[in-house]
């Protein structure tokens, strides 16, 4: 597919477990973003990627929280020892360089940490 | 700082009513876009419309129209003749307009149910 595709859809972890949530952006989009939807809350920015490397990490509410972007292209959010805190909507977006209003989101991943 | 502000949280209306979704945003900046996006129960965001603030013209999709003004730095949303599947949450947000990296802040999102 051309979309911004996310796995896995839903994930469900225990307290104090680790999690990895992958993003595959559109092919060519250089920039890549992760994004926190909390339940009932609009959208919290987490990192934003220029190829590999990560000019704003700013949005990272946490030293539990950590991304990579390898090959300019699938990007990993990890989140060690999660928190019930941490539930949430994860959401990645891409975009062309310069181009980084016009966001294209993939379907998110929900997690939820029991 | 930016900050974009959706001041309705949740608005219900009765199908092929008209409504109108409203933004207000904040910034220093003299040039900068303007967004909206629809988050249909699925999940996944769509971009709707982007603005340029250099251009105050409304604009007219199909039953979607964006009203932009700047005196009031406001950039609402319309959707005429409402249909059920127009039930979504609808984000308006705000960036810069420059060149390489542009951060783009969200508002909380207004929560559309459009009734049968």
């Known amino acids: 597919g051309a979309g911004v595709s996310q796995s896995p859809s839903n994930k469900v972890t225990e307290k104090g477990k680790d999690v990895e949530l992958r993003c595959d952006p559109i092919s060519g989009h250089t920039a890549l973003y992760w994004y926190r939807q909390s339940l009932g809350q609009g959208l919290e920015f987490l990192i934003y990627f220029q190829g590999n490397s990560a000019p704003d990490k700013s949005g990272l509410p946490s030293d539990r929280f950590s991304a990579e972007r390898t090959g300019g292209s699938v990007s990993t959010l990890t989140i060690q020892r999660t928190q019930q805190e941490d539930s949430a909507v994860y959401l990645c977006a891409s975009s062309l360089e310069g181009q980084s209003g016009w966001q294209y989101f993939g379907p998110g991943t929900r997690l939820t940490v029991t | 700082a930016q900050k974009v502000t959706q001041a309705q949280t949740e608005i219900s209306v009765v199908e092929k009513e008209d409504v109108t979704l409203d933004c207000v945003y904040e910034t220093r900046d003299t040039t900068y876009y303007l967004f909206w996006y629809k988050q249909p129960p699925s999940g996944e965001l769509v971009f709707l419309i982007r603005?340029?603030?250099?251009?105050?013209q409304n604009e007219i999709s199909g039953r979607y129209s964006w009203n932009f003004q700047k005196s009031t730095s406001s950039f609402n949303f319309t959707i005429t003749a409402s249909q059920v599947v127009d039930s979504a949450v609808y984000f308006c947000a705000l960036s810069e307009a420059r060149r390489g990296y542009q951060k783009v802040t969200f508002g909380i999102g207004t929560k559309l149910q459009v009734i049968p």
């Open positions: 603005r340029n603030s250099f251009d105050e």
